[in-house]
């Protein structure tokens, strides 16, 4: 089965179809982490000691982080082969700073 496979492996890729569309969904995070109490104590953060209200804990290594920055988008995309054309729209972005 798999020698099959690898022997269609051309004609199976997606580049090979006369066309397609896919819904695409990006997320892009960034965060503090290993915030530690020794970090929480730091003099640039006396005043804003609310902003470690909003921790979370990482689900692959258990350790706190804060996260910073997110933003989301999701799109419609085409593409066509002949004649050659790959056009996205974007449906909907949204940003948040933490």
């Known amino acids: 089965m798999i020698k099959k496979v690898i ?3 051309d004609k199976n890729r997606i580049e090979a179809k006369d066309f397609y569309e896919y819904e695409k969904y990006e997320k892009i995070e960034l965060a503090l982490n290993n915030v530690t109490d020794e ?3 730091k003099r640039a953060f006396r005043k804003f000691q609310f902003i470690f209200d909003y921790m979370d804990t990482s689900q692959l290594n258990g350790k706190p982080y804060l996260p910073v920055f997110m933003r989301e988008t999701t799109s419609k ?3 066509r082969k002949e004649p050659r054309a ?3 729209y974007l ?3 949204q940003a948040d700073w933490h």
């Open 7 to 9: 022997d269609h492996k």
């Open 39 to 41: 970090f929480k104590q």
């Open 77 to 79: 995309a085409y593409y």
């Open 86 to 88: 790959e056009k996205e």
């Open 91 to 93: 449906r909907g972005r």
